[in-house]
């Protein structure tokens, strides 16, 4: 008999005709024996389900659930969650890749961590190979991977993301392609925001951390990332998810004395993402003016969390 606890893999699927297939073949071949794969399908407009049909005929332990409209991936990713046999969940995205050691080199982390701190209350991400449309490669780190004895948890993680206090080398993004943990942290704070289009990852996290969560990094990029556009990345659709997600945790930014100067930090960031170099700087002088010492910590900050990236980039992995 099969020892190994049964973990879903969770792949969200729309308008993905060219590469659903592709991905899907990446779970299939992983080197982990017991798992179940649920696809859904957030009511695609091509030929994504067409394109699966080969492979949920031949695969038993695949299950395909369509949605009957568009809800959006923090919708699909919950479907996942709710439908979900498995004790862990690793959510694989319908143009992505991962290695076929991915589910077996995460859950041996997250046990060993487990023994570590007496917790299950863990969640584990990987660094990724991103790949442009160009062709060019770009390795994507995550969350401190560089010792088990001081991985980040709780309000620790949720500061770093919301007003980017530092806690320590080397800091790289939390994306859910990468991502696995117990279905029973997803349920502990009720999955991810179906309100966001955008920015659903971040807010889990946050939502995670304030929680308690210890967050794993592997520096190993499991999963080969296929970086697109489309409407929902556009900037103005970045702004508006991020606002949202932002005033979800106004609360919390009011009890440690940093909403308002949030707000007005994230104005500044999108003028910048944006080109509007002269609201740009009008902004920052007003905030420079009005909050000195949190906009000097903020720029600190900055620099000490991009410390040590680019030699990270370069010498970890030659693409």
Not at 235 to 254: P, S, T
Not at 297 to 316: A, P, Q
Request: proline share 3%; with cysteine; charged share 25%.
């Amino acid at each position: 008999m099969n020892d190994q606890p049964l973990i879903t893999i969770g792949l969200t699927c729309f308008n993905a005709e060219t590469t659903i297939h592709r991905a899907l073949q990446s779970a299939l071949k992983q080197t982990w024996e017991n798992y179940e794969i649920i696809i859904v399908d957030d009511c695609s407009t091509d030929q994504s389900v067409e394109k699966m049909s080969s492979l949920l005929k031949r695969h038993h332990q695949i299950r395909l659930i369509q949605h009957k409209k568009n809800k959006g991936v923090a919708a699909a990713r919950n479907t996942i969650i709710e439908n979900a046999n498995g004790e862990f969940i690793a959510f694989f995205d319908d143009d992505d890749q991962s290695l076929s050691n991915r589910l077996s080199v995460q859950y041996q982390k997250m046990t060993e961590y487990q023994e570590l701190v007496g917790t299950e209350n863990i969640i584990c991400h990987s660094a990724r190979v991103q790949i442009f449309p160009d062709g060019s490669k770009k390795y994507e780190p995550t969350l401190h991977t560089s010792n088990l004895q001081m991985t980040p948890k709780g309000s620790a993680v949720a500061d770093l993301i919301l007003i980017g206090r530092p806690i320590g080398l080397p800091i790289g993004s939390m994306a859910t392609c990468s991502q696995m943990a117990r279905r029973s942290t997803y349920k502990s704070v009720n999955g991810f925001n179906e309100n966001l289009r955008r920015s659903e990852d971040t807010d889990l996290n946050v939502r995670l951390g304030l929680n308690g969560t210890y967050f794993l990094g592997i520096a190993e990029p499991l999963v080969h990332q296929t970086m697109t556009s489309s409407e929902d990345k556009h900037i103005n659709e970045e702004r508006k998810n991020a606002l949202e997600w932002l005033n979800n945790h106004k609360i919390y930014l009011e009890r440690i004395g940093w909403w308002e100067h949030s707000i007005r930090w994230l104005d500044i960031k999108f003028d910048y993402l944006s080109g509007q170099k002269l609201k740009f700087i009008l902004r920052m002088i007003f905030l420079v003016t009005q909050f000195p010492l949190k906009t000097t910590k903020r720029l600190i900050w900055i620099k000490m969390n991009r410390g040590g990236g680019s030699e990270i980039n370069s010498k970890i992995h030659k693409l």
